[in-house]
Antibody, heavy 118, light 106 residues
């Protein structure tokens, strides 16, 4: 059964860049769609964007172009960068998998809390 | 964006109760609707997809149905492990969107 694990700094300064990685184990990154989703008490669950194993991406317009998702097949991981962060980007960030284009999120990482604060 | 509206936001119930949660989409999502269960400090867990298909390993006391843009999650007989927050999510189009959640509490 595939397992996903998020990693990255838990504290980011305002205006700087949030960087997270999701390592995929017990399965290949090829053939699937990989997403980042975040959760806050105020806005609930928000899909940030996704990347297909061929590198094609889709993003939520709500982030106004600040998010970038990339993947590294050699490491079996994919990453998220969000630039120019503010306190509104404070959230628990999850990585997740969709097995095909029209599919639910069937596997999730445990989530990692990122706090934006000076 | 497709807006997903869940009701109620909070539901008080007892063990053994039949529980129904509703999710309404602002436009058609066909049958591409999923339900998740989330417990505090954990990731959401997929329960149902395509509106009514039970994910492998999920108890049959969970069921889903659909009528147009309205979807329903039913728990036939609430068990202690079922007290949690439930979310619907559409995957018919981008951006993927979630309902605001329904907390099932004692």
């Amino acid at each position: 059964q595939v397992q996903l694990l998020e990693s990255g700094p838990g504290l980011v300064r305002p205006s700087e860049t949030l960087s997270l990685a999701c390592t995929v184990s017990a399965g290949s990154i090829s053939g699937y769609y990989w997403s980042w989703i975040r959760q806050t008490p105020g806005k609930g669950l928000e899909w940030i964007g996704s990347i297909y194993h061929n590198g094609n991406t889709n993003y939520n317009p709500s982030l106004k172009g600040r998010a970038t998702i990339s993947l590294d097949k050699s490491k079996n991981e994919f990453s998220l960068k969000v630039i120019s962060v503010t306190s509104a980007d404070t959230a628990v960030y999850f990585c997740a998998r969709e097995i095909e284009w029209l599919a639910p999120f069937d596997s999730w990482g445990q989530g990692t809390l990122v706090t934006v604060s000076a | 964006d497709i807006q997903m509206t869940q009701s109620p936001s909070t539901l008080s119930a007892s063990v053994g109760d039949r529980v129904t949660i509703t999710c309404r989409a602002s436009q058609s999502v066909s049958r591409f609707l999923a339900w998740y269960q989330q417990k505090p400090g954990k990731a959401p867990k997929l329960l149902i997809y395509k509106g009514s298909t039970l994910e492998s390993g999920v108890s049959s006391r969970f069921s889903g149905s659909a009528s147009g843009t309205e979807f329903t999650l039913t728990i036939s007989s609430l068990q202690p492990d079922d007290f949690a927050t439930y979310y619907c999510q559409q995957y018919n189009s981008y951006p993927r969107t979630f309902g605001q959640g329904t907390k099932v509490e004692v």
